[in-house]
């Protein structure tokens, strides 16, 4: 038996935009149906934040998603297990009240939502499925993650030491040894994918943020008797990043043809040609994209007291880090570092196009 699984596809994300819901339309449509047909997969495990909004979802979003992924499913005779993720659930102490529930009713032969943590049987693969942890069932769920007879777990967990997104980890999740009884974990809720000895964040399916610029984004296949899991890589990005550097590359016949119906960042880190830096950015705005931001060379601005001699251009946690560093303080350092990574994690989640 083959599973195809999901996770974190965030319907209606950036306010439900035409851009984020055609590159999702266009994912299903023309990548992901298509490979579970040629290959006989009948069965999707979604592993949370089917929704983006945690307060509502509009209805050009579920109209959308109807048309592009519920109608498909029914239509092609799959079903789906899901479980809630923390953009699914509208209180954030408990997972009763959720949008799988309230919008997912008409296709209940087809969907089965998983509310409580429950071992399913995927031919001879025993997974544990774990919904969203938190205040109210915490308990409850670690029971089940020490007693609970399964090979596999997948869940939608929030674990420290992972990668939230590139240079940045979460050092205030959860503990993940608990999880380590298990042959293999697979998990939503981070967007970028890592893995450490049996955890896998598999990564989102689609790019939403410029931090998933250059990820590849991939859906997982379990093949249940073999335990084997193959990627099947999304072709379809939204986001595009150039480092800008005249030193090392000739950008008069550089190729902008791949911008197209992109959003598009240019990093200067080298700009000894005023002229042949504006005309890069006239081709690039003459193409038919959906945004473009220029970023300066901040380097002038780094204070005096930073040693930047092996700071990472791109790396926006080193710099940080290296800033408080050298601030002379009583404070602990450690809680300032954290508050602020907890900031940048949510400046992404509310970034807009």
Not at 105 to 125: A, C, D, K, Q, R
Not at 192 to 205: A, E, P, T, V
Request: glycine share 4%; proline share 2%.
């Amino acid at each position: 038996m083959k599973v195809a699984v999901l996770n974190d596809t965030h319907c209606g994300i950036r306010n439900s935009s035409e851009i984020f819901l055609e590159n999702a339309g266009k994912f299903y449509s023309e990548i992901f149906f298509p490979y579970c047909q040629e290959n006989g997969i009948e069965q999707i495990l979604h592993l949370g934040d089917y929704y983006d909004h945690r307060k509502f979802v509009n209805f050009k979003a579920l109209n959308h998603n109807r048309k592009v992924f519920l109608d498909p499913l029914r239509k092609y005779g799959m079903k789906m297990d899901i479980i809630p993720g923390n953009h699914d659930t509208y209180f954030k102490n408990t997972n009763d009240l959720n949008s799988l529930k309230e919008c997912l009713g008409h296709y209940m032969n087809e969907i089965h939502i998983v509310m409580e943590p429950t071992v399913m049987e995927y031919g001879s693969l025993k997974i544990a499925l774990l919904p969203w942890i938190n205040a109210e069932n915490y308990q409850s769920s670690m029971k089940f993650v020490a007693e609970c007879k399964a090979d596999w777990l997948g869940g939608h967990l929030e674990l420290q030491g992972f990668e939230v997104m590139r240079g940045l980890k979460n050092e205030h999740g959860q503990d993940a040894s608990p999880f380590k009884r298990f042959e293999q974990v697979l998990t939503g809720h981070y967007h970028i994918q890592s893995k450490k000895d049996n955890i896998w964040y598999l990564g989102s399916q689609l790019e939403f943020f410029w931090n998933d610029a250059h990820e590849d984004k991939h859906f997982a296949v379990i093949d249940t008797e073999t335990r084997e899991i193959i990627q099947i890589k999304n072709p379809y990005t939204l986001f595009e990043k150039i480092v800008y550097n005249d030193n090392e590359t000739e950008y008069n016949n550089y190729d902008v043809s791949h911008l197209d119906n992109k959003f598009v960042k240019i990093v200067v880190v080298n700009k000894a040609d005023q002229f042949t830096f504006d005309r890069f950015v006239d081709r690039i705005q003459n193409r038919d994209i959906y945004e473009l931001k220029i970023a300066e060379n901040f380097s002038e601005f780094i204070g005096e007291n930073v040693d930047d001699d092996n700071m990472s251009f791109d790396d926006t946690q080193d710099i940080v880090d290296t800033y408080i560093d050298a601030v002379e303080t009583e404070l602990d350092k450690n809680k300032i570092k954290n508050q602020v990574r907890e900031l940048m994690i949510e400046a992404q989640a509310l970034e807009v196009a």
